[in-house]
């Protein structure tokens, strides 16, 4: 189950009164099919899946698998410590995840080959295939890279630290280790934004990417990724001016708006979607006007 193509990273959304919106979800999974991702990560960081409790979790995946019904595959996130990641990842199997996003382990600290051991750890309690998420304090080097080969059902990394070199030092150590899964293992731009860094990414061989813009604009989300796919640099340059770059902009403004704009755009859309949940806070009044007025731009651009 190798990584390719766009991948879309739905939002989780909440009710007034603080619940998981199901009937909401459901719609926003439909409208994220529409616009053809080669697979879906439900619950992961765009989907608050740290807020999110195991209950509420087994529904956010059963909803999101139920309304795919097979027309891409569904991936959960699972985190936190490694016990409470094997429990996840029990819930996303039980719920019919087709594989799991393992997210870094909640606030320790470790080598490389510690993490390694924490995703052996995790996949020894569920045949599910795991792309292991690099982030923050979860971060491998090229020997722990080529360890994962070694855990069969381990498919992938996905990237958020965004060290183009240090990433080419991993796909390089993965493609040349000699192992028999080497040519099959995948990679993924997972960068908050992951657009700004496509091109950057494809030079080193990491073609596939998450775009949480995905959410709000499939519309600008799909042009740009046609644009990047055959070689349209012309409009890769114009929607990176017109939208990407103002986005960021106003993303880099407070911690958490990579989710909290995110939602905000999928409101301004007319999807139900709420509040995100604390620690994250809502864009305010007028960043949410700023953002409508970068996504008219950004339409204007295509
Ligand atoms: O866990 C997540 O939601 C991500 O990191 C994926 C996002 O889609 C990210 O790539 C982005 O913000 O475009």
Do not use: W
């Not at 209950?55 to 909803?63: D, F």
């Not at 295939?129 to 080969?149: G, W």
């Not at 080193?204 to 709000?216: K, P």
């Not at 809502?282 to 007025?293: G, I, M, N, S």
């Amino acid at each position: 189950m190798r990584l390719h193509g766009l991948l879309s990273f739905p939002l989780t959304p909440f009710t007034t009164d603080g619940k998981v919106n199901l009937a909401v979800l459901a719609d926003h999974v439909e409208q994220q099919l529409a616009a053809g991702p080669s697979g879906l990560f439900v619950a992961c960081g765009t989907g608050e899946f740290t807020s999110l409790s195991l209950q509420e979790y087994r529904e956010v995946v059963g909803i999101a698998v139920q309304v795919a019904a097979g027309r891409a595959p569904v991936f959960a996130g699972a985190g936190g410590g490694p016990a409470m990641a094997r429990d996840f990842a029990i819930a996303a199997l039980e719920a019919g995840a087709d594989g799991l996003l393992l997210l870094p382990p909640y606030l320790v600290h470790s080598t490389p080959a510690g993490l390694v051991e924490h995703v052996r750890y995790v996949a020894e309690a569920t045949p599910l295939p795991i792309t292991v998420y690099q982030r923050a304090n979860a971060v491998l080097d090229p020997d722990a890279a080529v360890a994962l080969l070694d855990v069969p059902t381990v498919v992938g990394i996905k990237d958020g630290k965004g060290d183009v070199s240090a990433m080419l030092r991993l796909v390089t150590a993965i493609r040349t280790s000699g192992h028999p899964r080497a040519d099959e293992f995948g990679f993924l731009n997972g960068l908050p934004t992951a657009e700004l860094s496509v091109q950057a990414y494809r030079s080193i061989g990491v073609e596939s990417y998450s775009s949480a813009v995905l959410c709000f604009v499939p519309d600008i989300a799909t042009a740009f990724y046609r644009a990047v796919t055959t070689g349209d640099a012309a409009t890769v340059q114009r929607l990176l001016a017109a939208f990407y770059l103002p986005f960021v902009a106003l993303r880099d403004l407070v911690p958490g708006y990579a989710v909290a704009l995110v939602k905000a755009g999928a409101r301004l859309g007319g999807l139900d979607v709420g509040s995100v949940r604390p620690p994250l806070v809502d864009a305010t009044d007028e960043h949410v006007e700023r953002l409508a007025a970068i996504i008219a731009a950004g339409r204007r651009a295509l």
